[in-house]
């Protein structure tokens, strides 16, 4: 399906249902009935799709512009003494769900499924950008759908932005997940050059679980890969999957992308991903996701520029 038109459509559907465009849901708990039906009516008959799927996009449509979505931070860290900060992940928790580590990974699943997933992604990139202009001391980093990845769509509105306000997009890593497929790979390409030349830092997320995973890594030239926790977690298992693991990072490694283990949740996963190359490491053991911005936990703003630049010659 054509995403812009498949999201003009739906997106017709919300402003229409709620003027303002402002979503409900402040109070959390539960679902006020008549907008939340109507919409699941209205789109259900206008765009053809499952009402599960619909639900959760009031859901996660509605709420990052209405600030119903909270950002919490959790820290990539140098796995070597001292776990310096390199940046911390922006992940978006929504309100009704109260288990805090709760992702909202099943949202926006449904969102991809319908082709929906950039409007929800403007809003977590807008709530994003506002937490690095307000802060000077802060380097984040926010996920991206794969349907994201395009130089059209919301793309130019935050290149502009990026462009006024300097100093931003040098703190900012743009991860990009590839649990759907990218629409187009050459618009991929074009989004990640776009984004580089700014200044951002281009990760891909989840590698290795993704769609078309070493085939991005080739083409998109990420600054920085994230090896799904997945392998770390089945290292251990076997003597099989934890060469496997090491692979994983030494292909990673080769590409001369910063790599990032991701769910390192004890020390002996933190011991085995660092033998096997991962000096950069995210997980339980090194800081949960925390509502917490405290000058305590901070990234250096210039680590990022000094352990990964922007842009690198590809030494595979
Ligand atoms: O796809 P991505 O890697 O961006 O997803 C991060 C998700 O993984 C978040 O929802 C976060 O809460 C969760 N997470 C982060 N670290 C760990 C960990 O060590 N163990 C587990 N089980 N989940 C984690
Ligand atoms: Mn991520």
Same mark, same amino acid.
């Given at each position: ?78 796995? /070597? ?216 936990? /901070? ?18």
């Amino acid at each position: 399906m054509d995403i812009e038109a498949s999201t003009n459509r739906a997106m017709a559907g919300v402003v229409e249902l709620n003027p303002g465009g402002r979503g409900r849901r402040h109070s959390g708990i539960g679902n006020e009935g008549s907008v939340g039906a109507s919409l699941i009516e209205t789109a259900d008959l206008d765009v053809g799709q499952p009402a599960a799927d619909m639900a959760d996009v009031e859901d996660t449509i509605l709420m990052p512009a209405a600030d119903g979505v909270e950002l919490v931070w959790q820290p990539v860290r140098d796995a /070597r003494d001292g776990g310096a900060i390199l940046y911390h992940e922006a992940l978006a928790r929504f309100p009704d769900e109260m288990d805090r580590e709760a992702s909202p990974a099943r949202h926006v699943e449904a969102l991809e499924r319908l082709g929906l997933a950039p409007a929800f992604d403007r809003g977590i990139v807008g709530r994003v950008i506002e937490e690095l202009r307000t802060d000077p001391f802060a380097v984040l980093g926010v996920n991206i759908s794969a349907q994201s990845a395009d130089t059209g769509g919301w793309w130019p509105d935050v290149a502009l932005l990026l462009r006024e306000h300097s100093g931003i997009a040098r703190r900012l890593v743009i991860e990009i997940t590839e649990t759907a497929p990218y629409p187009s790979i050459s618009q991929a390409i074009a989004f990640a050059a776009e984004a580089r030349a700014l200044g951002c830092r281009v990760a891909l997320d989840d590698f290795g679980v993704g769609h078309a995973s070493l085939r991005s890594m080739l083409a998109l030239s990420p600054a920085i890969i994230k090896i799904d926790a997945l392998f770390v977690r089945a290292a251990a298992s076997s003597t099989a999957a934890g060469a496997m693991f090491r692979h994983l990072v030494g292909l990673a490694v080769s590409t001369g992308a910063l790599v990032v283990a991701e769910g390192v949740e004890t020390p002996e996963q933190a011991a085995r991903a660092l033998d096997a190359g991962a000096t950069w490491q995210q997980g339980y053991l090194h800081g949960r996701p925390s509502r917490v911005r405290g000058h305590e936990i /901070r990234a250096q703003p210039d680590r990022l520029a000094a352990s990964c630049p922007a842009t690198r010659e590809f030494r595979a």
